[in-house]
């Protein structure tokens, strides 16, 4: 019997590619070519219907706006700004307040849910709390807050941070409960302490949870500004919604939706990218792996 066994087609030869990798980049490209053309599609559908609907008169554009009158309310709004200011300074108001209650929640709830979730001393007798504030409504601790500071900046980031703590605070307790026990058990007959241990095992195997509620816990940090903005402020985006509300202009309500839009869907792309690094060392799922 020969030693020696034929070289897979797969592999590389000749320092160029295989023909099974080369049509595995292809049938990539082609697959992200028919998402984006599938979503292009969509939003024209979508858009040319209802410019369509409210030009024949099926859907009243008084109530519902018309996309060419969005785009032009948008327009208006970053040329001449709003009677509170510029357009990008509502804008920023309303990313600093999200930035801000979105990091205070996020630490916190990691905090809270990897120090619940290792103790469940600490679970049984804060849970009744912690359930209890969460089935508070937010727009009331909205008010609670504003009552209580004024109307700045800082209710609207505790209220931020309140939404986003719950989020996070949930997954992290999950995730810290459902790391594998005997990689626990092996590490405390090592000898590592209690710090190294959260450190280099429960944390590590928690992230996949804490990351993955980052990706909805800048949305509601968004939310819980805009909340708070319109409940009482002096600049901001949810200011500036209330106000084209009140004067019954739902361009300029969907303007503003559009541009809130936007800013979630970057701080997602960003997320992305945090999740691929800290992430990096995991190996692909069997489903990724089969497709490179």
């Known amino acids: 019997m020969s030693t020696t066994s034929a070289v897979p087609a797969t592999l590389v030869k000749g320092g160029a590619p295989s023909s099974a990798a080369v ?32 030009t024949w008169g ?15 309310r948008l327009v208006d709004l970053f040329r001449n700004g709003t009677e509170f200011g ?46 209890m504030v ?17 109307i700045g900046v800082l209710p609207k ?22 790391v594998d026990r005997n990689i626990l058990a092996n590490a405390k007959v090592l000898g590592a302490s209690q710090t190294q241990i959260t450190r280099h095992v429960i944390v590590p195997s928690a992230l996949t949870w804490i990351i993955a509620s980052l990706h909805s816990a800048f ?16 600049s901001g985006l949810g200011l500036v919604i209330k106000t084209a509300q009140n004067n019954f202009d739902p361009n300029g309500v ?12 970057g701080a997602e792309w960003l997320i992305g990218k945090l999740e691929h690094r800290l992430l990096s060392w995991r190996p692909p799922a069997p489903s990724a792996a089969n497709s490179l």
Request: glycine share 12%.
């Open 23 to 54: 049509a595995a980049k292809r049938a990539a490209r082609r697959r992200t070519a028919q998402v984006w053309a599938a979503r292009i599609g969509l939003a024209a559908v979508v858009i040319g219907g209802w410019q369509a609907f409210t």
């Open 58 to 72: 099926v859907v009243d554009p008084f109530f519902f706006g018309q996309p060419s009158g969005i785009a032009r």
């Open 86 to 131: 510029s357009f990008y300074a509502n804008i920023w108001t309303t990313i600093q307040e999200a930035l801000a209650g979105f990091a205070l929640g996020a630490v916190t709830g990691v905090v809270f849910g990897v120090t619940l979730g290792q103790s469940r001393f600490l679970a049984d007798v804060l849970g009744p709390y912690i359930k």
């Open 134 to 150: 969460n089935a508070i409504p937010r727009i009331v601790l909205g008010s609670i807050f504003i009552v209580a500071f004024g």
């Open 157 to 178: 980031i505790l209220l931020a941070a309140v939404l986003v703590f719950f989020i996070v605070f949930f997954n992290a307790f999950q995730g810290v409960r459902e």
């Open 219 to 234: 949305g509601f940090a968004i939310v819980g500004a805009l909340v708070g903005e319109v409940l009482g402020a002096q």
């Open 254 to 265: 969907f303007a503003t939706m559009l541009v809130i839009s936007v800013i979630v869907l």
